[in-house]
């Protein structure tokens, strides 16, 4: 699984990004997947995750009621809607694919991920 994120930028405290996670091969809609996120100088922290069947995504307690992860399996892309931006938000985020196909189970610790993209540059100003 090869990931490739994109739609990162500088935005104004307050402003919106969309990001993008485009994926290749035909099992992408078997993998949960995931955004996390590091700031200079932090370590590496779980954003949202979503399951292979899109239901009952889950949030890190800051991001909640801001952020929105999506996924479109026809497409094989996952999305991450960010509002509300907080110069705090400000990282590179990564998306990432469950190390396993057909997980039961959205987890926050980034050693059970075993794809990741690139990472896109996210600056919030205040």
């Known amino acids: 699984v090869q990931l490739q994120a994109s739609g990162g930028g500088l935005v104004q405290a307050g402003g919106s990004l969309r990001l993008s996670c485009a994926t290749s091969g035909r099992t992408f809609v078997s993998y949960v997947m995931a955004w996390f996120r590091q700031?200079?100088?932090?370590?590496?922290e779980f954003v949202a995750g979503i399951g292979w069947s899109g239901g009952s995504?889950?949030?890190?307690?800051l991001v909640k009621d801001r952020f929105t992860?999506?996924?479109?399996?026809?497409?094989?892309?996952?999305?991450l809607q960010?509002?509300?931006?907080?110069p705090?938000?400000?990282a590179r985020y990564y998306c990432a694919a469950d190390s396993t196909r057909w997980s039961m189970r959205i987890t926050e610790d980034h050693r059970n991920y075993g794809y990741?993209?690139?990472g896109t540059l996210v600056t919030v100003s205040s």
């Open 88 to 90: 705090e938000d400000t």
């Open 69 to 79: 992860i999506s996924r479109e399996n026809a497409n094989n892309t996952v999305y």
């Open 82 to 86: 960010m509002n509300g931006l907080k």
């Open 57 to 61: 995504p889950r949030y890190a307690d």
């Open 39 to 44: 700031a200079p100088g932090k370590e590496r």
């Open 116 to 118: 990741w993209g690139q």
